[in-house]
Nanobody
């Protein structure tokens, strides 16, 4: 069974930066797409950014130019560098791993941006 463990969430002032990390452990399937999602209250979980094993990336329009996703395949780790944070970025951020082996989620890490 694959498990995902997120870290890096914190309280930060608007305009600040955070770096989230997510490590995959257990039975890891390759190739894969790893990514970050968030779930605003009362809404469905929404995509923030994804990255394939080959390095192709996809971003939500709301974070383009501010967030950067990257991954270290040797460490089975995905990162999300978040710059110029806004109060509306406040949310729980979930790590995701998709492959032929299935669709797995982490438990989430809280990001809070104060105005």
């Amino acid at each position: 069974q694959l498990q995902l463990v997120e870290s890096g969430g914190d309280l930060v002032q608007a305009g600040g930066s955070l770096r989230l990390s997510c490590v995959a452990t257990g039975t890891i399937y390759r190739p894969s797409t790893m990514g970050w999602y968030r779930q605003p209250p009362g809404n469905q979980r929404e995509l923030v950014a994804t990255i394939t094993s080959g390095g192709s990336t996809n971003y939500a329009d709301s974070v383009k130019g501010r967030f950067t996703i990257s991954r270290d395949n040797a460490k089975d780790t995905v990162y999300l560098q978040m710059n110029s944070l806004k109060p509306e970025d406040t949310d729980v951020y979930y790590c995701n791993h998709k492959s032929f082996g299935g669709d797995f989620w982490g438990h989430g890490t809280q990001v809070t941006v104060s105005s």
